[in-house]
């Protein structure tokens, strides 16, 4: 990591996210056991196999990727979180196809589509993800990574930030508590700490002390302190995305051998790639990223420009 500069490592995470969710699109909603072994898991599957969203273009990232670009286009307007503007940008996705590559959308996830319908509604944007325990999908997780990028508060802030852009899609204690710590994870990778998420882990409990909602999903549903977490299983429950892609990262190896880990753990694979390529990226910088990849990947001139605003800054 340390022969990557910050600017090479700021532009693998939104890179590696992106490449992440391409590469995970084919494969999603099978079961680790149908799905090619990982040297054969490439942006374009081996023939014969039952590729998800088969009208797809290979190299094309998904929803994941878009809302990602979203958060990132409105931080940069913006100059803050504004949720009201995220919430917008997220309409604009969904009915014009905004920052989606051809504008094509092709997968939208339930929650989001609720919230997306309710905020067309009029319903403020930090209100309008549903909060029930069973709406903790991983739609504000997916997105959440450029705002650790672009951020320059303090912990406190950026964990606040990250918990009040998952409520625009995603209201629940437990999927604001993820982002959370992802993005202070994110962040301890950028600062090179001997175990970011350790780190991270440490920094959330100092944050938020006991008694607090947030801190109660972390101890109870998320990391329990005095039990070791479930093995990841790469479905699209939030708990389960971050451990996955905590369990791929920290197993180690360069960013393809840890993105294949994560697809190869099936189900949600564009997603749980995706989270896990953002991380990977910051890990091992833009050049770690094969290139047989980047140059593959789809949409370059949407994501050029913000990328080039965020280094910028």
Known sequence: MG???????????????????????PYEFHPPGRLPPPHAIDLEPPPGFDRAHPGVPPGTWSDDGAHALCLLDSLLHQGRL??????????NWREWGYLAVDGLVFDVGIQTDLAL?????????????PAGVRDNG????????PLALWHRGTDAQLAADAMAQSRVTHGHA????????????????????????????????????????????????????????????????VVDCLRSARE????????????????ALGHDTDTTAAVTGGIAGLLHGVRGIPERWRAALRGQALLEPLLHQLLAR
């Open 174 to 237: 437990r999927a604001l508590a993820c982002c959370a710590l992802y993005c202070l994870w994110a962040r301890r990778v950028l600062q090179e700490a001997p175990d970011p998420f350790g780190s991270a882990l440490d920094t959330f409990r100092a944050l938020y002390p006991e008694g607090l909602e947030v801190r109660a999903e972390l101890d109870t549903a998320i990391f329990p302190p005095d039990a070791a977490p479930a093995p990841g299983t790469g479905t699209g429950y």
């Open 248 to 263: 791929c990262v920290q197993a180690g190896g360069s960013f393809e051998t840890m993105v294949k880990a994560a697809i």
């Open 3 to 25: 022969m990557a500069t910050r600017e090479e490592r700021m532009a693998g995470g939104l890179w590696g996210l992106l490449v992440g969710d391409a590469l995970g699109v």
């Open 117 to 129: 319908s309710a905020l067309r509604a009029g319903t403020p944007a930090l209100k309008a993800g």
């Open 82 to 91: 504004d949720a009201e503007d995220l919430g917008r940008r997220l309409v």
């Open 138 to 145: 991983n739609g504000s997780l997916m997105r959440v990574l």
